[in-house]
């Protein structure tokens, strides 16, 4: 395919990426390594009983307090602290409006580690819930994304202050618990009772510390990629839960450990959820919604939320604002696993599935862009969900596709376990590409909207070319596209531009984009 380009760059202007507005109170002096959850869970009422201990590495000296995120006991609902400690000894504590704020009884120095344990109860409002399932049993599910492990749980819910964390959960001995990591004991208390711990050594963002509690099937089915698979369904779906779980895992997993780089944790379990729909991907155990569980593989719900594993979970994004590392990246990562496993056609058909939602999206939500100052404001939303995972397809053809999983994996590598941007993801890609990227991250991720290309062809016998105009129609300035159109590849850079192709003889036909690249609207045929 001969190539043509043009290096004008008329109309279109790079800008900064700009500042947005994830606000949440960062505390540079202080940073959380472990939280220990003890939780007490009953039958007769909502009520559940906390202590949780937190283990804090101080950063800087001097410091004299800190906060915990946890909610205030209102209208019936929301925890009620009874006393803070550490060392064995009472620390002074205020908590009102969702915060609770400790002050030290001395200032410690920089690198000096303390544990402080919080006492509490109360019915949470949200974060944790209690619904009955389709089955009619009692169940108890926590839903902590994005920012409601504060409804049950002590702690910095942001995903900026990753740490390992543990759970105790007492809970009747009729009850499976489940929670992230690898299972350490089960304490029967004599009383009808059972104590189940659990202990995640990854440290992973708050809003991924989970539990389940319910009447399980509880199945281990081998391992793959050298990680232990789990399903954890209700007891009447035990059949309906292999069915649906445990082919595709193992496909995804084989798949995106060979590709990306290892799995990040202990175990992977999936879990049949009640009170919610789709998937919701906590670290090292996937919830998944009732209505999932049927006797049929569900490969494309699997591989997004197993996509989650290597991005949003191990590496998480730095604020809200960057949601799209986790959604737009677990998104086109689900395709990806499509494309391997059922062909080139079976991931075109899904691609161009997803940019038909995400030019409704773009109608409906005008001025929103990949990343933005709101992203869960009106999620799922296909602008992150969808234009995201375009854009990764976009950059795999801006870079090829091997410098692009060479860059995939080397950016999994640098920030395996810890926080990134989309900035520290450009700079890793253009590390690896050796391009200047700053014009493509801006114009699909900073600005809203895609372009709409407009034109047509002809063929002139007497200069033998195909004659090609092209014209972008949407709002604002140009976006750079490299088009191939058939028989060539050209780069538009201008509103509108006229191209010449050589051509011993007239085509049949001439196509825009035949080989499904780039994220636009078109309107395209022979003058």
Partial sequence: MRAIKTLLLAGFALCAPQIFADTYPRQPGIDVQHYVFRVTLNDDNDEIVGETTVDLRFVQDGVTE???????AANGKGMTVSEVTSGGAAVPYVHRADRLVVTLPSA???GERRQFTVRYRGIPADGLHMPRNK?????????????KARQWLPMIDHPYDKATSEFLVTALARYQVVANGLLQEEIDLGDGRRITHWKQSVPIASWLNNIGVAQFASRHFGVAAGVPLETWVFHQDRNAG????EIPTRQTIEFYSDRIGPYPYEKLADVEAAGIGGGMEHASEIFYGEKSVANRPAFSL???????????????????????????FATYFALLATEHYEGRDAFVAALKRSRTSVFAAENRLPGVAVVQDKPWQGIPNPIVYQKGAWTLHMLRGEMGTEKFWQGIREYYRRYRDSNASTDDFRKVMEEISGADLGWFFHQWLYRAGSPVVEGGWRYNAATKKIEIELAQTQLGDAFRLPLEVGVAKIEMTRKQQ????????????VSLDPNTWILMATHFGKK
């Fill in 66 to 72: 800190f906060a915990l995120d946890l909610a205030s």
């Fill in 108 to 110: 410690p120095k920089a």
């Fill in 498 to 509: 006229r191209f010449e192709v050589p051509a011993d003889k007239e085509p049949a036909e």
């Fill in 135 to 147: 089955y009619g049993e009692r169940t108890f599910f926590s839903a902590n994304w994005p920012d």
């Fill in 242 to 245: 292999i069915a649906t779980f």
């Fill in 302 to 328: 699997v591989a997004h939320e197993m996509a989650h594993q290597w991005f949003g979970d191990s590496v998480t994004e730095k604020d809200w604002d960057d949601v799209w590392l986790s959604e737009g």
